[in-house]
């Protein structure tokens, strides 16, 4: 009887014991299972609130430097170099001679030709003042003329080979290196010297195809240069009309000054530009942006719940991106915790910009 009353005690103590522990594991399971469904879920984030602000699309491109004028010189004919004009990288003026090829028997030939133009122009003046006496006919006057023209043309055509043979600056620039001597044997393949107008330069560069209607000549453009801390400016000189198929870009060329002679054609050149300018511009930060199967949303604040908006965004910079639909000023953008919100969860703002 004892010893039914020791079990009867112990299996009570273990049913007191299991329904003590049932109940405070319930309520510890309730507490950390969070809100009881019904309850809005309250997701703690930073916001933004949208202001229109000023705004200056630049596109950073590259571009190379080019003399405004560049050409070889190449001898028109071949022979030995009778004089040498020049001084390597030195400045030379339009028309200055540069080069001298041997045409000692051009000169002679010219003698020649001039003599018997002399001659010929006294037997024309003659033949003339008899014509009008009558004392020679019309014909024997016009065999006259023929000569003295005839010697005059072939007067022009040594001129024109002597010409050939003096090689002469073909605008005002730098010369560069010379690639011959004096007594040397050139012929119409051999380079003597470039030669080129570095002032002003020009500066070529290739801009993405939908960029093309907001340029146009006479634009600024700023460009700096390897080596050098300094901002140089330049004018848009010209625009390609046709759009390179292979890269979808298109060429541009402008026109900077260069009367310090710090700039060198072949330079590489970080070129920057304004495109456009807004002062009203709806500028959010990038990272308030979700991407979505067809466009892009943001979740906004409205009466301390998430709401989801589409937009449709332009213009990016380093940390903000231009909006045109979607948003109004005034507007409050959530810019964190975003992964974790729903629309219609309600807000805790740590911070508002």
Same mark, same amino acid.
């Given at each position: 009887m004892k010893k039914a009353?020791?079990?009867?005690?112990?299996?009570?103590?273990?049913? +007191?014991?299991?329904?003590?522990? +049932?109940f405070f594991l319930d309520d510890k399971k309730s507490q950390q299972a969070g809100p009881r469904p019904g309850r809005a879920q309250v997701t703690t984030v930073t916001a933004y609130i949208v202001k229109p602000e000023k705004l200056e699309n630049r596109i950073f491109v590259t571009g190379t430097l080019l003399a405004n004028e560049e050409v070889n010189l190449v001898p028109?004919?071949?022979?030995?170099?009778?004089?040498?004009?020049?001084?390597?990288g030195s400045k030379v003026?339009?028309?200055q001679l540069l080069v001298r090829i041997n045409d000692a028997d051009l000169q002679a030939q010219l003698k020649k030709?001039?003599?018997?133009?002399?001659l010929a122009a006294e037997?024309?003046?003659?033949?003339?003042?008899?014509?009008v006496i009558s004392a020679v006919s019309q014909e024997e006057y016009d065999a006259a003329l023929t000569s003295l023209n005839s010697i005059k043309a072939d007067i022009e055509i040594v001129q024109a080979q002597i010409s050939k043979a003096q090689i002469t600056a073909p605008f005002s620039g730098i010369i560069g290196l010379k690639n011959i001597s004096e007594g040397g044997y050139v012929?119409?393949?051999?380079?003597?010297?470039? +030669?080129?107008?570095?002032d002003p330069l020009k500066i070529d560069f290739f801009i993405p195809e939908k960029y093309a209607?907001?340029?146009?000549?006479?634009?600024?453009?700023?460009f700096f240069v390897e080596g050098s801390p300094e901002r140089y400016t330049a004018r848009i000189l010209a625009i390609e009309p046709?759009?390179?198929?292979?890269t979808r870009t298109i060429q541009i060329r402008a026109l900077t000054s260069n009367r310090s002679g710090k700039l060198f054609p072949g330079s590489f050149a970080r070129i920057e530009f304004s495109l456009e300018r807004s002062e009203n511009a709806i500028m959010i930060p990038t990272e308030a942006v979700i991407p979505i199967l067809k466009g892009q949303k943001v979740f906004i604040s409205r009466n301390g719940k998430a709401e989801e908006s589409i937009i449709e965004t332009g213009v990016r910079t380093e940390d903000k991106v231009q909006v045109l639909k979607g948003l109004q000023p005034g507007d409050t953008v959530i810019t964190t915790g975003i992964m974790q919100l729903r629309a219609g969860n309600m807000l805790k703002f740590a911070s508002v910009q």
């Amino acid at each position: 009887m004892k010893k039914a009353k020791t079990i009867v005690f112990i299996l009570a103590a273990i049913a +007191i014991l299991a329904l003590i522990k +049932i109940f405070f594991l319930d309520d510890k399971k309730s507490q950390q299972a969070g809100p009881r469904p019904g309850r809005a879920q309250v997701t703690t984030v930073t916001a933004y609130i949208v202001k229109p602000e000023k705004l200056e699309n630049r596109i950073f491109v590259t571009g190379t430097l080019l003399a405004n004028e560049e050409v070889n010189l190449v001898p028109e004919t071949a022979g030995k170099v009778t004089g040498i004009y020049f001084q390597e990288g030195s400045k030379v003026s339009k028309g200055q001679l540069l080069v001298r090829i041997n045409d000692a028997d051009l000169q002679a030939q010219l003698k020649k030709l001039q003599l018997e133009e002399k001659l010929a122009a006294e037997k024309e003046a003659r033949q003339k003042k008899l014509l009008v006496i009558s004392a020679v006919s019309q014909e024997e006057y016009d065999a006259a003329l023929t000569s003295l023209n005839s010697i005059k043309a072939d007067i022009e055509i040594v001129q024109a080979q002597i010409s050939k043979a003096q090689i002469t600056a073909p605008f005002s620039g730098i010369i560069g290196l010379k690639n011959i001597s004096e007594g040397g044997y050139v012929n119409t393949s051999t380079s003597i010297a470039s +030669i080129q107008q570095t002032d002003p330069l020009k500066i070529d560069f290739f801009i993405p195809e939908k960029y093309a209607s907001l340029v146009g000549p006479n634009d600024t453009i700023s460009f700096f240069v390897e080596g050098s801390p300094e901002r140089y400016t330049a004018r848009i000189l010209a625009i390609e009309p046709k759009v390179n198929v292979s890269t979808r870009t298109i060429q541009i060329r402008a026109l900077t000054s260069n009367r310090s002679g710090k700039l060198f054609p072949g330079s590489f050149a970080r070129i920057e530009f304004s495109l456009e300018r807004s002062e009203n511009a709806i500028m959010i930060p990038t990272e308030a942006v979700i991407p979505i199967l067809k466009g892009q949303k943001v979740f906004i604040s409205r009466n301390g719940k998430a709401e989801e908006s589409i937009i449709e965004t332009g213009v990016r910079t380093e940390d903000k991106v231009q909006v045109l639909k979607g948003l109004q000023p005034g507007d409050t953008v959530i810019t964190t915790g975003i992964m974790q919100l729903r629309a219609g969860n309600m807000l805790k703002f740590a911070s508002v910009q």
